[in-house]
């Protein structure tokens, strides 16, 4: 698969270049590529003894941290899970034609004898443009919103959070909920305007709406019948890249004592890259942004800052320090008394070959209470990513 399928593929230009299967059938190029993931993860929680507990979505606590243990050892995914990615590319006439479907699985199970069927297609779409016109997309695929934290994130290709709970059957978090809010994937209709001479870009997006899902709650809110819009405007010269977006959903409650609201979002972020260093700062602000995933906590008040700092002593190694908090600013029922997440990451990431990226990381979460309650998980692991 070319560099730039991959990178369109996941979004992330952090991610090295892929060397899969290329053939030509007619006027199709197809490509079979991927990814296979696993980290060993040993994690310890602290803090919830003697009525500390902090309650919500406490990525620290024990019962998501530690997945209701004090100490546990899982071997699963880092944050991205295993994956096989088709596409076929072709120019037809003025257009250049692209279609791709996305198909991942995870490494850890609770049981050895259970079937792991899970399937995940997070992608499947197609799109089609030219340099006058920009390109229009349809299908599912990740949305707009968060783009440039999540992909920009170092753990990435890591662990980051190894957060128990999701981590079997699943993922781990990164900063995910520690630091921002959830990329997510989506039906959507998307277009992106051609990049101007200047280096401005934009793109915008009609979203399939979604409900919340909470983790450790019933569901209090459905979509209404209008979509999600998601947009960001952003510009990139020499190595520098900031990006300005925002989001939005009406949710319809579906359970008394609760009133409908609408989802509003807006982010800010900028990197940059000169030689062996690079820097990522990224901030979210809104209503209803969640923790994992869209109004999961209801029609709260959220803040979100992630900054990051990355080294290359050689050309194989980069070093890194990573650190994002999520904050609630209201006290309210959907928080479940969840007042922040924040997760230090440092990490070590060594190129083996252009194909396998071998990883280190420990790190520190920590969740807090608005009564003052704090729990902590400490945490590391180590492991390694190939893209095929």
């Not at 059938?25 to 919830?48: I, R």
Request: net charge positive.
């Amino acid at each position: 698969m070319k560099k730039a399928i991959m990178v369109g593929a996941l979004a992330a230009a952090a991610i090295p270049a892929a060397q899969a299967v290329d053939f030509k059938a007619g006027d199709w190029n197809l490509s079979v590529g991927g990814m296979v993931n696993a980290y060993y993860t040993q994690v310890s929680c602290s803090g919830d003894g003697n009525g500390n507990a902090v309650g919500g979505l406490a990525l620290a606590g024990k019962a998501l941290g530690c997945g209701g243990e004090t100490n546990r050892t899982t071997i699963g995914n880092g944050l991205l899970p295993n994956g096989l990615v088709t596409s076929a590319t072709s120019r037809q006439g003025d257009y250049d034609v692209n279609a791709l479907i996305g198909m991942y699985n995870a490494t850890a199970t609770d049981s050895a004898i259970s079937a792991n069927s899970g399937v995940d297609v997070r992608q499947a779409y197609f799109s089609f443009g030219n340099d006058r016109m920009g390109t229009i997309k349809l299908g599912r695929d990740n949305g707009i919103f968060g783009t440039g934290a999540i992909f920009g994130d170092m753990t990435l290709i890591g662990a980051g959070a190894p957060v128990q709970a999701t981590q079997r059957g699943r993922v781990t978090l990164g900063h995910i909920g520690a630091g921002y809010s959830y990329v997510g994937y989506y039906g959507q209709i998307a277009y992106t305007a051609p990049k101007s001479a200047s280096g401005i870009g934009f793109d915008v997006a009609l979203v399939s709406p979604v409900a919340d899902t909470p983790i450790v709650a019933a569901p209090v809110y459905s979509s209404k019948s209008s979509p999600q819009v998601q947009a960001q405007v952003s510009y990139a010269a020499a190595g520098f890249k900031t990006w300005l977006g925002a989001k939005s959903q009406q949710f319809e409650a579906i359970a008394t004592g609760v009133e409908d609201f609408t989802m509003t979002g807006v982010e800010l972020g900028a990197s940059y890259q000169q030689g062996a260093v690079g820097v990522i700062a990224n901030i979210q602000s809104g209503k209803g942004l969640g923790i994992l995933s869209d109004a999961d906590q209801g029609n709260v008040r959220t803040r979100a800052a992630f900054v990051q700092g990355t080294f290359k002593p050689n050309q194989k190694l980069k070093l890194g320090l990573g650190y994002g908090i999520s904050r609630n600013r209201d006290n309210t029922a959907g928080t479940g008394g969840l007042k922040s997440n924040a997760n230090l990451t440092l990490g070590a990431y060594y190129t083996l070959t252009h194909a396998i990226t071998l990883v280190g990381e420990v790190g520190q979460t920590r969740s807090k209470g608005f009564n003052g309650a704090e729990v902590k998980l400490n945490g590391g692991s180590v492991g390694g990513i190939i893209f095929f």
